[in-house]
């Protein structure tokens, strides 16, 4: 915890120390402080949705999205490309395109994540399978599975999601479920329109074409289906 | 957690938003980032004393009184007068007998806090009596105690020290061996001497005379015996 604050604490640090302009300082602050803000808020829907129980399985998924678009979408594309953009001076349109960019990608990329996170192979991700199906998170992935199981599905779920021991026949078993519900397909289609509307945002961007080609490039990069 | 990370990010957003002068933020801002990084220092060293173990008694009180100035002294009296001081475009003179003044000053309140911690009126603290013992804080309170203490009152602070369901009789017993080690009053001289250095800095400080009143008052609300 201490160590989090004192990186919280440098962070706003190398922002004032960074030798910008006071003009650029003047227009950055505001989006990293909304971005700190924000991310903490995110954070706190996060653990909220954690403890808060069962929902009825529609109300889940849009939990689950409000909670990727606090936590993830805007701090990991959304506000870093807003932030560059307002230090440089950036005018309107071109922030607002970030904008649409960065909060549809960043959804993306927190949605392939999750996905990774249950599907994807250990070696290549770093993470050992299943973790986030130990540690009980309320992905979409989730909500999606819960949405479309049947009772005995349900009863699955419930009694392997967050249990900490479980073993690869469990992971195994929980895999299935999200796959015959599904919710991997529903979540692969969104990931798909998402990364279309960050494309689409793109298009109608102003950005200087350097800047579009890394974009275009960050969309497959962020959004591909293996790492 | 949460809670105190959005207040960590607001104090830095509310100075942003002060609306000083750029100029004054750039003298303040420094002041302000040091407070922060030494006061998370400061929480660590506590933390660490806390889980550390048995020193030998001598090193506890040095390290007791570290922790003091780097988590209370300078967080609660220094860096707010270099704080207002920077800002306001204070001298190096000035700013130095702030720092003389705050540091003495700031120990000599946290030592006084330490002391009605464990013999204050709960009904005048509005803590119950005790609750630092339980908690087992290593204050220089205790480490002067174990400086001083018999091989029998020594093993009677470990047993009762840091007990979190100490009752009444237990508390008081720990309260017999710190007063009759000497320990109580070796910590009631040490916040006179340094009572004594704050108001030898303001005698020599060229700070203006309304201030001088309120610093000279400070010294008397922050070491008083009662509350």
Chains 1, 2 share one sequence.
């Not at 190398?14 to 808020?41: H, K, Q, W």
């Amino acid at each position: 915890v201490l160590l989090g604050d004192l990186c919280l604490g440098w962070s706003d640090e190398l922002l004032n120390t960074s030798g910008l302009s006071d003009d650029a300082l003047r227009r950055g602050r505001p989006v990293f402080e909304r971005m700190r803000t924000e991310l903490i808020a995110g954070q706190y829907l996060d653990v909220l949705e954690q403890v808060s129980g069962a929902l009825e399985p529609g109300r889940q998924a849009a939990r689950a999205r409000r909670v990727i678009r606090y936590k993830s979408a805007r701090y990991s594309v959304e506000h870093p490309l807003l932030l560059g953009g307002s230090l440089a001076g950036g005018a309107a349109q071109l922030l607002a395109s970030y904008s649409a960019y960065g909060l549809a990608l960043g959804e993306a990329f927190q949605l392939r994540d999750d996905v990774l996170g249950v599907f994807g192979d250990p070696h290549r991700t770093g993470k050992p399978a299943g973790d986030d199906l130990r540690e009980g998170k309320r992905t979409l992935l989730v909500a999606y599975t819960l949405e479309r199981a049947s009772p005995a599905q349900a009863e699955a779920v419930g009694a392997l999601l967050g249990n900490p021991s479980l073993d690869r026949a469990g992971v195994d078993a929980l895999c299935e479920i999200i796959v015959k519900t599904g919710a991997l397909q529903r979540v692969e289609l969104l990931v798909d329109d998402l990364a279309a509307s960050a494309a689409a945002a793109l298009a109608d961007s102003p950005v200087i074409a350097e800047a579009r080609d890394a974009l275009a490039e960050l969309i497959i990069a962020a959004t591909a289906r293996t790492l």
